[in-house]
């Protein structure tokens, strides 16, 4: 049998294309040893700079470990934006494909051809071979994006917004809870316009109907919310879900006006925190943003009243990034450029004051009993379990470290009840207490 060895960067809605290529090649047996694959392949990120160079070095480094006669295929977001520079400039590479044809892979394999299909592809009914779990899956939506934010180049290679039927997407569940998962995180570049281009004003709502509908489905969460096509209506019906958990993931860039406007979103100060007010008042809410520091036209006074946001508001957790240019984005031509010190200054001032937020969202736990997942002996220590509380999306917003239980015969994947003793760094520490 012929072995595989694949790499996924980026986002979870890469994760959820190289399962499509990992069910199209069942035939193939996973190793985690390049040097004995006879296939390789790269999934690559294309977003911005640095996740650019992470995946040109990971190709480089498998390119060097490899088997002579074995094949690398490099597919995903940067292969299909630069995909004339990577083909010049890559030999080492055997094949070359894009986001449009990972459901042909096993076919590109065989041929050994490079191919940029047009159209960028969107799961279908594709069988995925589920990655990481055996009761979490990540469901994707759409593909694509109809918002122009100055500073993000993903239109540019993955087009405009396509939404995934309905009626498809709950075939993928409801397939997925026959098989044991029960637990899913919903993903797509704008979630909260999923279903728009199908005349659909809030198709999210229409989603969280649906998947309440699933026998078995136990709980879910949507990431990747658009400030400005996200309604109180919407807010409100994740709040009276009994499936969906009060998680909000919404990444607002920024909070100055001027700044707002400049990045295109759509909406202003006021009506960010008339959005985050709303999030702030449901019990057991878990609100998740995200900000680019050193976007061109940020001042001093700009930077300072992001950073008083910042400190006034309960975020939960926070992801910073500092600003990519990115040839072909409206930001990329701007004359008011933020140098790269200064940005790096700013995301120095900012970084102790988010992990601050990070820690009181934590604290907030201690003394309280939640409901979690057990994923397992921790990779911290083997005599230490792993839990994630079920409101969290796996792998980004924590883990739980259980050293003791009340029950035996405890089975990774179910939830149980974990009473929080204490934070120790970035992680909570807990024990089991009964079953929920
Ligand atoms: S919403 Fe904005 S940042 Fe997100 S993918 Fe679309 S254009 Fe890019």
């Known amino acids: 049998m012929k072995k595989l060895y694949l790499l996924s960067l980026g986002c979870t809605k890469n994760l959820v294309d190289t399962e499509v290529m990992l069910g199209r090649l069942q035939e193939m047996e996973l190793t985690e040893r390049v040097e004995e694959a006879d296939v390789i392949i790269v999934n690559t990120c294309g977003f911005i700079e640095?996740?650019?160079?992470?995946?040109?070095?990971?190709?480089?480094?498998?390119?060097?470990?490899?088997?002579?006669?074995?094949?690398?295929?490099?597919?995903?977001?940067?292969?299909?934006?630069?995909?004339?520079?990577?083909?010049?400039?890559?030999?080492?590479v055997d094949l070359f494909t894009g986001v449009g044809d990972y459901a042909r892979i096993d076919e590109l394999i065989a041929k050994r051809e490079s191919r940029f299909s047009p159209e960028v592809y969107l799961i279908h009914q594709e069988e995925r071979r589920i990655t990481g779990s055996t009761y979490h899956a990540y469901i994707k939506l759409s593909e694509g994006c109809n918002q122009r934010c100055s500073f993000c180049a993903i239109p540019s290679f993955k087009g405009r917004l396509r939404s995934r039927p309905l009626s498809l997407v709950v075939q993928e569940v409801q397939r997925l809870v026959d098989q044991g998962f029960r637990d899913f995180t919903f993903i797509s570049q704008d979630s909260s316009s999923y279903l728009r281009d199908h005349g659909e004003r809030e198709g999210l709502i229409k989603l969280i109907e649906a998947v309440e509908a699933i026998?078995?489905?136990?709980?879910?969460?949507?990431?990747?919310?658009?400030?400005?096509?996200?309604?109180?209506?919407?807010?409100?019906?994740?709040?009276a879900s009994p499936i969906f958990a009060n998680y909000f993931d919404i990444p607002l860039q920024h909070i100055c006006d001027s700044m707002l406007q400049r990045m295109r979103r759509g909406l202003d100060a006021s009506r960010t925190l008339e959005l985050l007010e709303r999030m702030e008042a449901i019990p057991d809410r878990?609100?998740?943003?995200?900000?680019?520091?050193?976007?061109?036209?940020?001042?001093?006074?700009?930077?300072?009243?992001?950073?008083?946001?910042?400190?006034?508001?309960?975020?939960?957790?926070?992801t910073l990034f500092g600003y990519s240019p990115e040839e072909g984005t409206s930001a990329f031509a701007m004359e008011d450029q933020v140098p790269p010190s200064t940005i790096e200054e700013r995301l120095q001032e900012l970084q102790p004051i988010v992990d601050q937020k990070h820690r009181a969202s934590l604290e907030a736990l201690v003394g309280r009993e939640l409901i979690a997942y057990?994923?397992?002996?921790?990779?911290?220590?083997?005599?230490?379990?792993?839990?994630?509380?079920?409101?969290?999306?796996?792998?980004?917003?924590?883990?739980?470290?259980?050293?003791?239980?009340?029950?035996?015969?405890?089975?990774?994947?179910?939830?149980?009840?974990?009473?929080?003793?204490?934070?120790?760094?970035?992680?909570l520490l807990g024990h089991i207490t009964a079953r929920p």
Do not use: M
């Not at 078995?216 to 309604?231: D, F, H, K, Q």
């Not at 609100?287 to 939960?316: C, Y």
């Open 374 to 427: 057990l994923d397992g002996v921790s990779q911290e220590s083997e005599l230490l379990l792993s839990g994630r509380d079920w409101r969290w999306a796996p792998q980004i917003d924590g883990e739980i470290l259980i050293n003791e239980s009340a029950l035996n015969h405890l089975v990774p994947g179910e939830r149980y009840k974990v009473f929080i003793d204490e934070v120790v760094g970035e992680q």
């Open 286 to 318: 878990f609100i998740r943003t995200a900000f680019i520091i050193g976007h061109p036209g940020e001042g001093w006074r700009e930077f300072q009243e992001l950073v008083e946001f910042i400190k006034s508001f309960p975020f939960d957790r926070i």
């Open 215 to 239: 026998d078995g489905v136990e709980s879910g969460r949507i990431l990747y919310l658009y400030p400005a096509t996200t309604s109180f209506d919407l807010i409100d019906r994740i709040a």
């Open 50 to 92: 640095a996740a650019k160079r992470e995946s040109i070095q990971q190709i480089l480094e498998l390119h060097q470990q490899r088997k002579e006669e074995s094949l690398l295929v490099v597919a995903g977001c940067l292969s299909e934006r630069y995909k004339e520079e990577l083909q010049r400039e890559l030999p080492e």
